[in-house]
């Protein structure tokens, strides 16, 4: 109880030389390596390692011959940490931004199908009506950008919640639904058919998301439903660019949703094989931390997102108490 009520108090007392160097310490696993990007001399970084564990109480590294390992409390620090010097550095972005007459900036990350749809749309919205405020747009699977607007690098992020740890800090507003079908360049040799089944896509060749990703476990579970093994023909990407371009000139296979392809599938240049892929992802929607104030550049774009939302998806069924 002692320890816990010093860590308390101790908390207030950190600097933010503390939290740079703990974050130096996470990332490089040696004092010596840290103290050199923090530019301070190794006994300067151990002697500030120590004052900040004194006043925590409780061991935020193990150390051992190869350099430093993080403890329980040191992993929960460094996220809180990166997450602290994130937002002093876009506070000082934003006085910056204020000084020069622009309204600020809003960091936004998305997952494919609405980084192809709703995000440009809702950009080139907001933009019109506020040409001062600088946008930044990341895209990438949900999991990884959860965890960059945890740590303070996004604003905004359009997907899912993919894991319980953070999710009790988020706030999820859902948009739409994600089916996807399997597309392929006009002239591929399944195009012509009248009926497809999964064995016949069996030993095609492939465009997957990579391994760790919720969609390539689906797409997996598919041909195991049906007694195959995944197709081993493999190119992985998360890229819709290098997808589109191997998907127009090769005869291999996505599954996507037809949205990030609309204007291939419109003008011919690709097809929508005909099968019930029944691969359908969890509603994405804005994802945004609780503790969080947005800024005004923050704001702007979440109306605007909303409302590109409202005119381009159709509304969301009612969702029933525990379904």
């Not at 939290?19 to 300067?44: C, F, I, K, Y």
């Not at 291999?252 to 419109?266: D, K, N």
């Not at 945004?288 to 923050?298: E, F, L, N, T, W």
Request: neutral net charge; glycine residues 6%; proline residues 8%.
């Amino acid at each position: 109880m002692v320890q816990v009520a010093m860590g308390r108090s101790g908390v207030a007392r950190l600097k933010t030389r503390h939290l740079a160097l703990l974050l130096q310490l996470h990332d490089h696993g040696s004092v010596l390596r840290a103290a050199e990007a923090a530019n301070m001399t190794q006994p300067a970084a151990s002697k500030l390692l120590a004052e900040m564990e004194a006043l925590l109480g409780v061991p935020l590294f193990e150390r051992h011959a190869r350099g430093v390992a993080p403890t329980a409390f040191g992993l929960a620090m460094v996220r809180r940490a990166r997450s602290a010097l994130a937002e002093i550095e876009r506070g000082g972005e934003e006085i910056a931004a204020l000084r020069e007459g622009r309204l600020g900036k809003v960091a936004i990350g998305t997952v494919v199908n609405p980084g192809t749809t709703l995000v440009p749309q809702a950009v080139a919205a907001m933009k019109r009506d506020y040409p001062g405020i600088l946008v930044e747009v990341e895209m990438d699977y949900s999991r990884p950008l959860v965890a960059r607007l945890l740590d303070g690098q996004l604003d905004i992020v359009i997907g899912r919640i993919m894991d319980p740890e953070g999710a009790a800090e988020l706030e999820f507003e859902p948009l739409a639904d994600e089916p996807h079908a399997v597309i392929v360049r006009a002239g591929h040799p399944l195009a012509s058919r009248r009926e497809v089944r999964i064995v016949d896509l069996h030993d095609q060749g492939w465009i997957m998301p990579p391994a760790a990703s919720v969609l390539r476990a689906r797409l997996d579970a598919v041909f195991h439903q049906h007694g195959l093994h995944p197709p081993r023909d493999l190119v992985e990407t998360a890229s819709l660019p290098v997808i589109i371009h191997l998907l127009r000139h090769s005869d291999l296979l996505a599954a996507l949703p037809p949205e990030c392809v609309a204007p291939y599938l419109q003008t011919a240049q690709m097809q929508v094989l005909p099968i019930e892929l029944d691969v359908r992802m969890e509603y994405f929607g804005i994802i945004r931390r609780r503790d969080k104030a947005p800024a005004p550049g923050v704001t702007h774009m979440l109306e605007t997102l909303r409302d590109t939302a409202r005119r381009i998806y159709p509304p969301l069924p009612e969702l029933r108490p525990g379904a």
